[in-house]
């Protein structure tokens, strides 16, 4: 980006200048993909809160466009919040009554996500299926990056508990 | 070759996103939140199946809908968890016995124990506590008040993911304090009554606290058999247990020896400012001090308050307190921090430089920075680099969307921003050594733009951990690189740094050197300079594509060099 005739470029992330718009079409082919399946699992396969919650949080992302300076960060954000307030408000235990229509392929690693906590679930998914580095974790979920590392190291040795530790090629 | 865990969550990657998102998101933000349906309703209950003898008993409790004492994640503050136990805690309107029952209240909200599988009056109970429950949030150092009717109660904590024994969590009598490495946890109790015992399990999260260093006072209570030790300060609390000691009682005398020993854990050690005064209490008849390594102590001033010497640094604390019964001596982690470059700000007592601090430094090495709705304010405007970088503590508050971008004035090129989210965040930048600008920029306040604050600092260099990559000629004898620098999706890449400046700048001559430069101590340093006969005529940053290898994002040199892209 240009400011003052010095061609700018931010370090540990290249940032869109903030009165630039937003092209939250190609975010939203780019990216979204990322964000659901993060929020897919963040919910422990709540396919329905996980749909409304990254629905909702580009909504709020295009409506708010002008005040936003890192789009994608700001949807994580908000798709965790959404999510979060609402399995706080209805859905915290649903997982027991509530019908989960997870792919047959993820059925065996969902249950095994259901019972991490979903920070843990998150950062998981955030680390080896969307290929993030701690620090990016840490600032889509808003937490601090040790935070983090114990979210993964738990999650990690109960994934490996849950799912045995049978090495494949 | 991967785990199994690993193979499994890779089939996540094909995951397909429903394609009613984006339709649902074009329609714009509801704003409230999904409309419960009547199975999410259904869900928020909490069901217990209670299988009372014979008798089959259903009992549900509503869980609060909202904002429990696991909710709201915000600040950690100390707090109190006053746990109750009722021998008849849950009654049924069926007219059959009751049961046992644990509640903890934190900040006016309660959580109920949960207990699976207990003996009761010659049956055993089963309860169906099926699905994750939020663990409530305590801060490390809250103290757990023990309440109720129970003859006795034991505290345990077990980490559910591990198969380690349960840690003992010490209750003195009608309380106990949560000493443990932040992370989630059961909490587990085990209520005694003449009737059986019966165990309560207590999902908790113990979070770290962000010490607040404008505090005045330090306060240190001992006290004697059983014994007991708490240090506080700036909303840190850490107790102690009694490293050795010894005590008589009745005529019969005992020793205590505390298995463990070595380094405290970096989680359970206090940040105490130097100088702070020392509030001592307790029931001890005599006491002594000594901060290890060295000889210091905590010693009275001119004035007779009690203070912590003045050399920052990361020391154990040993406190020996003595009764007439008998002595203990305890242990502290304590991280003395320097508060001498605190005189600029207008609280000088919150000015204190990071535990990461080398002991003996007499340069804070952290970037500290406070920045609200009012402006912005630099605590250490002098700071010395650390290998692998520039270390900022931001401290941001009243703002929305808040970043903290740095900018060396020297190289005014490159910014680096915090990725802040507000409250206290900590990051490491590579920002050249020199003079430099923080600016505190936030989203736009209540219609009125976004807010920009900027204060200068300094960034110096005295163990020699940067290498510098600053240009041997004016500003007006250099050029910045043009395309394909900038910004090019398609730049070539590699694995090598040095390879790929090399391939791509041309008026390379032979006894030029092309050198990584910048933090070397940082893994992910993407500088690399050219030199020429001693001068530094070039310097390339380099972007990062996950997976492929690093390319030239952009660059600058002398323009007698002849250096372009290749």
């Known amino acids: 980006m240009m400011r003052a005739g010095v061609m700018m470029v931010t ?26 399946r993060t929020i897919y699992a963040f919910t ?8 409304e919650a990254v629905a ?13 300076r890192d789009p994608l960060r700001w949807i994580y954000r908000v798709a965790f919040r959404v999510a979060r307030e609402e399995l706080r408000r209805g859905g915290g235990r649903a997982a027991e009554v509530e019908t989960i229509q997870a792919p047959p392929e993820l059925d065996g690693l969902m249950d095994a996500l259901r019972e991490l906590s979903p920070n843990q679930r998150a950062a998981i998914v955030l680390r080896h299926v969307v290929d993030l580095d701690i620090a990016e974790i840490a600032r889509r979920m808003g937490i601090a990056q040790p935070t983090v590392r114990v979210h993964l190291h738990r999650g990690r040795n109960r994934l490996r508990v849950l799912l045995g530790t049978e090495e494949v090629d | 070759m991967p785990e199994r865990w690993e193979r499994e969550l890779r089939k996540m990657r094909g995951a397909e996103m429903p394609a009613g998102i984006r339709a649902r998101a074009e329609e714009g933000p509801r704003g409230e939140g999904i409309p419960p349906a009547r199975q999410r309703i259904v869900a928020a209950t909490v069901a217990f199946a209670v299988f009372f003898g014979a008798g089959v008993f259903a009992w549900q409790a509503l869980r609060p809908t909202e904002g429990g004492p696991g909710g709201d994640p915000g600040e950690p503050a100390l707090t109190d968890a006053t746990v109750t136990f009722h021998e008849s805690g849950l009654e049924f309107d069926s007219g059959d016995p009751s049961l046992p029952s644990a509640e903890m209240t934190v900040d006016s909200q309660t959580e109920f124990g949960q207990t699976p599988r207990f003996d009761w009056r010659g049956a055993t109970i089963l309860m169906n506590t099926a699905g994750y429950v939020d663990p409530v949030r305590l801060p490390l150092g809250s103290r757990l008040v023990i309440a109720g009717d129970a003859d006795a109660v034991q505290g345990l904590l ?13 209750l003195n009598g009608e309380h106990g304090y949560l000493m443990a490495e932040p992370g989630e946890y059961f909490l587990m109790f085990e209520a005694k009554w003449a009737a059986d015992t019966v165990p309560f399990y207590f999902p908790i999260e113990v979070v770290p606290v962000q010490p607040d260093l404008g505090d005045s006072d330090a ?20 107790a102690a247990p009694a490293s050795s000691g010894s005590w008589t009682t009745d005529g019969e005398g005992f020793g205590v020896e505390t298995a463990g020993g070595g380094r405290i854990p970096e989680w359970a050690r206090i940040v105490v400012p130097v100088g702070t005064p020392l509030e001592l209490s307790g029931n001890w008849e005599d006491w002594r001090n000594h901060l290890h390594p060295g000889d210091s102590q905590v010693a009275s001033n001119d004035h007779g308050s009690l203070v912590f010497p003045a050399s920052a640094g990361t020391y154990d604390w040993r406190m020996k307190a003595s009764w007439p019964e008998g002595e203990a001596e305890f242990t502290f982690g304590v991280d003395l921090v320097d508060a001498s470059y605190g005189e600029n700000s207008s609280e000088s007592s919150s000015v204190a430089v990071s535990p990461t601090d080398e002991p003996g430094s007499e340069i804070p090495s952290v970037l500290r920075v406070r920045c ?4 912005i304010e630099v605590l250490t405007p002098i700071v010395a680099a650390q290998s692998d970088g520039l270390h900022v503590d931001a401290e941001i508050t009243d703002l ?23 409250g206290y965040d900590e990051f490491v930048r590579p920002v050249p050594v020199g003079k430099s600008l923080v600016h505190c920029e936030s989203g736009p306040q209540q219609g009125n733009g976004p807010e920009t604050f900027e204060a200068p600092f300094e960034i110096v260099d005295p163990n ?8 041997d000629c004016r500003d007006d004898e250099t050029v910045e690189f043009p395309s394909p620098f900038d910004f090019q999706a398609d730049a070539e890449t590699s694995q090598d740094p040095i390879e790929a400046v090399s391939t791509s700048v041309s008026g390379l001559l032979e006894d030029d050197v092309v050198e990584r430069a910048g933090y070397m101590g940082s893994a992910e340093s993407r500088f690399v300079r050219i030199t020429r006969q001693g001068a530094t005529i070039g310097w390339v940053y380099l972007g990062v594509r996950p997976s492929f290898g690093v390319y030239p994002l952009t660059g600058f040199a002398c323009v007698s060099s002849g250096l372009g892209p290749a």
């Not at chain 1, 422990?44 to 749909?51: C, L």
């Not at chain 1, 909702?56 to 936003?68: C, L, N, P, Q, V």
């Not at chain 2, 609200?372 to 402006?375: A, C, H, K, L, V």
């Not at chain 2, 969307?401 to 802040?420: F, H, K, M, T, V």
């Open chain 2, 400 to 422: 929305r969307d808040p970043e903290i971008r740095l900018r060396s004035l020297r190289a005014n090129q490159i910014e680096y921003w915090s990725g802040s989210s507000g």
């Open chain 1, 44 to 51: 422990g396969g709540r396919r329905d809160v996980a749909e």
């Open chain 1, 11 to 36: 370090v540990e992330e290249v940032r869109i200048a903030p009165t630039a718009g937003h092209d939250f079409d190609r975010l939203f082919r780019e990216e979204g993909p990322g964000i659901w």
């Open chain 2, 464 to 471: 020699g951990v940067f290498v510098d990559y600053s240009l």
């Open chain 2, 372 to 375: 609200d709705s009012q402006g």
């Open chain 2, 158 to 170: 077990a980490d559910p993911t591990s198969r380690d024994p349960l840690e003992d969590v010490p």
């Open chain 1, 56 to 68: 909702e949080a580009f909504a709020r992302a295009i409506a708010h466009a002008a005040g936003i």
């Open chain 2, 219 to 238: 306060e240190l209570s001992i006290t004697g058999y059983p014994f007991e030790a708490v240090l506080s300060y700036g909303g840190q609390r850490i």
